[in-house]
């Protein structure tokens, strides 16, 4: 095939010797600026390749000769964190956690860790304020506490967790299926439920309640008390003010009572460290809910010890 390369006559460059219904290319060279990246491209691709891990084995990939992984600065950035906040973990470790409200400082810097730590661990169940779900978990910035509000308390739940069958420590309650097992039938449940909503304030006193009332001492009072008010030490709830997780209307209150959820909580105490816990405590104690006498220490989330903005 004869050569059909010429000079291009108006811009003095040859062309490829190809034509397409009389159009032709013309070859010009690469800018010598686009062919000297590319070229250093090539260069800096094969260093890479010998100095970092690049290919894939079968069972690990080649290591390099500088020897460095993102997880491993990833390690090296932790305990750099980790030797920065050992002078302050090593305080709060140190320091009995009902001690560390007397101390401010101390205590200000535990919120700060507990809220770090809880944005990891519990937002998906109690949401970023704590503000729980209704119908699923339990809000932590009111004053109604299955086990109790103060630090104390909440430390233990948060260590030893609810209704984990694995763990003996566990805090466990046991709520009968009142319905579902034939303890009470349809009739005496209504008027059970009319008693509850009467304590509550959400109905007023009838003859439906006054009947309630009687099941109530005979079947719920020994957990609940005898005025609905609860019981901390057994994770009885209050049945006398409007803070219902799952719910407080008629409809909810029956199901709860046919069948309760009996719902669980996981353990922490061997999942993250005692100081982690120790600081997830003061940060939940921080909401505002439960028992205290706490100061008023402005956390990181720009609310006070009480929960308010």
């Known amino acids: 095939m004869a050569?059909?390369?010429?000079i291009d006559e108006a811009t003095g460059t040859s062309t490829v010797g190809h034509e397409w219904d009389g159009i032709e290319e013309l070859n010009t060279p690469l800018p010598r600026w686009w062919l000297w990246t590319f070229?250093?491209?090539?260069?800096?691709?094969?260093?890479?390749?010998?100095?970092?891990?690049?290919?894939?084995?079968?069972?690990?990939?080649?290591?390099g000769m500088l020897g460095w992984t993102s997880r491993g600065a990833l390690d090296r950035e932790m305990e750099a964190q980790a030797?920065?906040?050992?002078?302050?973990?090593s305080a709060i470790a140190a320091t009995a956690l009902t001690d560390l409200p007397a101390k401010p400082e101390l205590m200000q810097a535990a919120v700060q860790g507990g809220a770090a730590a809880f944005r990891v661990h519990c937002v998906q169940c109690h949401g970023a304020g704590g503000a729980g779900v209704k119908k699923l978990y339990p809000s932590l910035t009111d004053d109604d506490w299955l086990w109790g509000g103060d630090l104390a308390s909440i430390e233990y739940t948060i260590a030893h967790g609810i209704r984990n069958p694995d763990h003996k420590a566990t805090r466990t309650s046991q709520m009968p299926a009142f319905g579902r097992d034939g303890i009470l039938?349809?009739?005496?449940?209504?008027?059970?439920?009319s008693h509850v909503r009467v304590i509550s304030k959400q109905e007023k006193p009838?003859?439906?309640?006054?009947?309630?009332?009687?099941?109530?001492?005979?079947?719920?009072?020994?957990?609940?008390?005898?005025?609905?008010?609860g019981d901390r030490t057994v994770g009885a709830p209050k049945l006398t003010d409007a803070v219902w997780l799952y719910g407080g209307d008629r409809d909810s209150l029956t199901a709860t009572i046919v069948?309760?959820?009996?719902?669980?909580m996981p353990r922490w105490?061997?999942?993250?460290d005692p100081v982690t816990v120790k600081m997830l405590a003061t940060y939940v104690y921080s909401l505002g809910g439960g028992e205290k006498a706490a100061p008023q220490l402005a956390n990181d989330e720009g609310q006070g010890a009480n929960g308010q903005p």
């Open 39 to 63: 070229y250093a491209s090539i260069v800096w691709a094969a260093g890479y390749v010998v100095l970092y891990p690049a290919w894939p084995m079968l069972n690990s990939a080649t290591q």
């Open 206 to 229: 009838s003859a439906a309640a006054a009947r309630g009332q009687v099941l109530f001492q005979a079947n719920c009072a020994v957990c609940h008390g005898a005025t609905g008010a």
């Open 269 to 272: 105490a061997h999942r993250i």
């Open 185 to 193: 039938d349809a009739t005496q449940i209504a008027d059970v439920v």
């Open 3 to 6: 050569d059909k390369r010429r």
């Open 259 to 264: 069948q309760p959820r009996n719902g669980v």
């Open 83 to 89: 030797a920065r906040r050992a002078p302050i973990n």
